[in-house]
């Protein structure tokens, strides 16, 4: 209970933070620069959101307002924000360029296999997706893995993805995230 009460009080104080700085686009793209970070995100567990398709980004913060897709602080974050600051934000992040990864090169090379055989038809040869599909290209291999786990037990939906998730191993999805990683 008090876990619960103390992530309210922190998501509460966060949402007036980000009201108050909601004043314009640019202020509330420094609102997602806290944790998503500007050319790469701040936490191995949160995306990169620079260079990833505008069009990806706006779709997945509706998920979020309209609960198909469950965060309880990215809800709560983007509650708030209206569709056109969204559109805004969205290709901002989508003209930077993303930091480059670093990744364990023989695991790649093992992630690399997986990834042409899997990923590549619809992620694309570079992992750029399209405007209906995240571009993978500079993600962090730790939040490849927790997404693909959460398609693989069903916390994350999506029509095609909870398949090619629940074909992977957890060692393969390590594999195929680091190699993604250096994309």
Known sequence: MFKYSLRLVITLLAMFTTQAAFADAEKKMQICIGC???????????????GQ??????????????GSRDDFTMTMMVEAIS?????????????????????DAKLAAKGKVIFEEV?????????MGDENI???????????????????????K??????????L??????????FISGL
């Open 36 to 50: 998503h970070g500007l050319e790469s995100s701040t936490s191995p567990e949160y995306p990169n959101l620079a």
């Open 53 to 66: 398709n505008a069009r990806y980004i706006f779709n997945q913060v509706q998920n979020f307002k309209n």
């Open 83 to 103: 569709d056109e600051d969204i559109q805004k934000i969205s290709e901002a992040y989508a003209k930077i360029t993303p930091a480059k990864n670093k990744a």
């Open 119 to 127: 990923c590549i038809a619809c992620h694309g040869a570079s992992g």
């Open 134 to 156: 995240a571009r993978l290209a500079s993600q962090k291999s730790v939040y490849i893995v927790k997404q693909l786990k959460a398609f693989k037990s069903g916390a994350r």
């Open 158 to 167: 999506n029509d095609t993805m909870p398949d090619v998730a629940a074909a």
């Open 169 to 178: 191993s957890v060692d393969d999805m390590k594999a195929v995230a680091e």
